[in-house]
């Protein structure tokens, strides 16, 4: 787990980072930008060098810029001490989320940094051809260690799907996969997790008649993007929120100190996909319920390629479970089956809920629908692209295997 000190390291080094690693903008991307890196070390307490590692400078700093993220916003979302938790997946990551909920810190295996470091360039490719992708958007990528003690960490620095103006709090949580085995939380673990499963959702997805043809179209357009890079054992994080007896007054106080915010203020800086124009998210209409719900989503844990370790959990787990339900297969197989349950099952088209974005003071749970519309310089010890030990470019920090 991210203990106190190591949380405070990583906002030293990104400190150190923005402030030491000077990106000419004015030259465009070549190959060998992707592959860059650039280690420095520093003094953060007596006698102790914290050796810090950052990766594609340049890519990274033109993702950011698409997705309108400056490293101010990184450094002032992280100057808070994060919260930390360990994930509920297989991978045993750990995260920190920031508190203004803007962005999630991940640590990575070095098998997913290093695939990253090659999926790269098709990433950008993709983001920039699709600007409201639902996949990560992914604003860096890191590893640190301090000189002869302890391993290395390398971390991602992400968005956060759950982000909100007002800090609607999700309701219903959901990770899918379009696999139904074992894919649902039992009655008596689902108060120690909050994110249920594809065997658990029993609702819709009411997207605006305006966005529903676009949404779907995403969909398949990231689907087919992963599965082209082999890519599989992603999921669709999903968040709901709508107004309840129970968090009407909480409601009520948060809109409220919103509405005393200067325009600056209440903003979120980052440039929003059209899926997240209302408070972060995308409004829609329930007709079964007859109220406006808020959705939050996007695709999740794209790291995972199909590889010879998969191919054999693929074959084991196959003949315990079948090989069309579980979740480890082929990747277009993958694919197909994730994009046809969530345009099936979870996605339906909706009636447009009339407001695109709400900060007023009532919010009316039962509003009729409108008519469906067509650091410090002296810190820095060693400041250069060169690794102390000579390791190559595909190597972490220093004394890194």
Known sequence: PFTEDMILDIIFGLSATFSHVK????????????????????????????????????????????FQVGEADLL???????????????????????????????TATKEERDFLWEFLPFYLKHIQKFPDTLLPRIYGVYSMKHEG????VRFIIMNNIFNSNIYYDPIEMYDLKGSKAGRFVPEHMREFTSTLKDLDIKRKVWVPSSLYAILVSQLKADSDFLAQHKIMDYSFLLGV????????????????????????????????????????????????TKQREFYYFGIIDILQRYNSRKKIEHFFRSIAQGAQEISVVNPKFYATRFYNFLKETVVAKGKEPGLETVVDEVFPVSLDPVEEKSVEDNNVINDSNEDDEGSDSRDDVSDDN
């Open 23 to 66: 990106i000419d903008v004015s030259e465009a991307l070549i190959p060998s930008d992707y592959s860059y890196h650039h280690q420095f070390k520093m003094n953060r307490r007596p006698n102790e060098l914290l050796k810090f590692k950052i990766f594609a400078p340049k890519v990274f700093h033109m993702i950011r810029g698409q």
């Open 76 to 106: 002032a979302s992280f100057k808070e001490p994060p919260k930390g938790i360990k994930g509920e997946g297989k991978s045993g990551a750990f995260m920190l989320f920031t508190r203004d909920r803007r962005f999630i810190l991940k």
């Open 149 to 152: 003690i302890g391993g290395v």
């Open 241 to 288: 929120h709508y107004e309840t007896e129970e968090n009407a007054a909480v409601l009520k106080q948060r809109r409220e100190a919103q509405l005393k915010l200067s325009e600056s203020e209440r903003s979120n800086t980052f440039r929003p996909s059209k899926f997240q124009l209302s408070e972060g998210g995308l409004m829609g209409w329930n007709p079964e």
